[in-house]
């Protein structure tokens, strides 16, 4: 049940939404990217709207449900960045919209990550949009300036399969990505993302296979150091950045390589999650940040 501050904390938002219409629309360009994530084909060991990847307990239809439930609370984050509340309220909110994530997949993890580090950048386009920080800062960067501090100093989820991989393997994890601006974001994803739009503007999902095998290729991805361990994120990298080499997805019969590709992770068991939740939030901010010339 809602507090009487927490109400008060929604009142105060629904009133500067519309105040700054364009905080309104966040939540929702949030939720598409994360379907936009799940409609791209083949993802390597990822559930799709073609397969279920690696994934026995999972399926498109499961990942649409989850997105549909998460939609309403990161449009909350967004309203909630734009009034300029702190970490703990962001929290809050987080962990709303997780149960409801769990509700709508019958208790399976879908998007906690996306959760995460979607709505931490719903946030940030929240205070953007409201005018609480410089509009021409990156959306990374204004999740550093007001949260990072908070972001390291947060609880941390012991008995995760993330968590428990990052204390066996010591990998930096989504915390540590959040709080130093997603660097990974604005450093791989995004310039992959976009360079492969340039170069076949025609064909979108392509442009996304080849983000996500660039973050793939890069990422200390958790999920594939629960399932394979570090000869698993070996593997990963090695096959990523084999296809990354040969022109990606802006080569001929790319398309090909890439399912051979997922094939194999598939046979190995190896699910990418947490580059996959990267590659949503690479479509939110380029979204939100895409050139208008």
């Given at each position: 049940?809602?507090?009487?501050?927490?109400?008060?904390?929604?009142?105060?938002?629904?009133?500067?939404?519309?105040?700054?219409?364009?905080?309104?629309?966040?939540?929702?360009?949030?939720?598409?990217?994360?379907?936009?994530?799940?409609?791209?084909?083949?993802?390597?060991?990822?559930?799709?709207?073609?397969?279920?990847?690696?994934?026995?307990d999972m399926d498109a239809g499961m990942f649409r449900r989850s997105a549909a439930a998460i939609?309403?609370?990161?449009?909350?984050?967004?309203?909630?960045?734009?009034?300029?509340?702190?970490?703990?309220?962001?929290?809050?909110?987080?962990?709303?919209?997780?149960?409801?994530?769990?509700?709508?997949?019958?208790?399976?993890?879908?998007?906690?990550?996306?959760?995460?580090?979607?709505?931490?950048?719903?946030?940030?386009?929240?205070?953007?949009?409201?005018?609480?920080?410089?509009?021409?800062?990156?959306?990374?960067?204004?999740?550093?300036?007001?949260?990072?501090?908070?972001?390291?100093?947060?609880?941390?989820?012991?008995?995760?399969?993330?968590?428990?991989?990052?204390?066996?393997?010591?990998?930096?994890?989504?915390?540590?990505?959040?709080?130093?601006?997603?660097?990974?974001?604005?450093?791989?994803?995004?310039?992959?993302?976009?360079?492969?739009?340039?170069v076949v503007p025609q064909d979108m999902e392509a442009a996304r296979i080849e983000a996500c095998?660039?973050?793939?290729?890069?990422?200390?991805?958790?999920?594939?150091?629960?399932?394979?361990?570090?000869?698993?994120?070996?593997?990963?990298?090695?096959?990523?950045?084999?296809?990354?080499?040969?022109?990606?997805?802006?080569?001929?019969?790319?398309?090909?390589?890439?399912?051979?590709?997922?094939?194999?992770?598939?046979?190995?068991?190896?699910?990418?999650?947490?580059?996959?939740?990267?590659?949503?939030?690479?479509?939110?901010?380029?979204?939100?940040?895409?050139?208008?010339?």
């Amino acid at each position: 049940m809602m507090t009487t501050a927490a109400r008060g904390v929604e009142r105060t938002a629904l009133r500067w939404t519309q105040i700054a219409p364009d905080v309104s629309a966040i939540g929702a360009v949030a939720a598409d990217c994360l379907v936009k994530e799940l409609e791209t084909w083949p993802k390597p060991g990822l559930v799709s709207h073609v397969d279920n990847g690696s994934h026995d307990d999972m399926d498109a239809g499961m990942f649409r449900r989850s997105a549909a439930a998460i939609g309403p609370y990161l449009q909350r984050l967004a309203d909630a960045g734009a009034i300029g509340c702190g970490m703990g309220r962001l929290r809050i909110i987080g962990l709303e919209a997780e149960r409801a994530m769990l509700a709508a997949t019958s208790g399976v993890n879908t998007h906690r990550g996306a959760i995460f580090g979607l709505g931490l950048l719903c946030a940030a386009a929240g205070a953007k949009a409201g005018g609480l920080v410089d509009p021409g800062l990156p959306l990374g960067d204004v999740v550093t300036r007001l949260w990072g501090d908070s972001i390291l100093d947060g609880p941390v989820l012991l008995h995760s399969h993330g968590s428990a991989a990052r204390r066996r393997f010591r990998a930096g994890g989504a915390r540590i990505e959040a709080a130093t601006g997603f660097p990974t974001i604005y450093r791989i994803g995004l310039p992959a993302l976009r360079r492969a739009m340039s170069v076949v503007p025609q064909d979108m999902e392509a442009a996304r296979i080849e983000a996500c095998f660039a973050l793939i290729a890069s990422v200390e991805d958790t999920n594939i150091l629960h399932r394979g361990g570090l000869d698993g994120l070996r593997f990963a990298h090695e096959e990523a950045r084999s296809f990354i080499a040969s022109g990606g997805a802006c080569a001929p019969g790319w398309r090909a390589r890439a399912q051979s590709i997922h094939k194999s992770f598939v046979a190995r068991r190896l699910s990418p999650g947490g580059s996959a939740d990267l590659l949503a939030m690479t479509l939110f901010v380029d979204a939100r940040e895409r050139p208008t010339s």
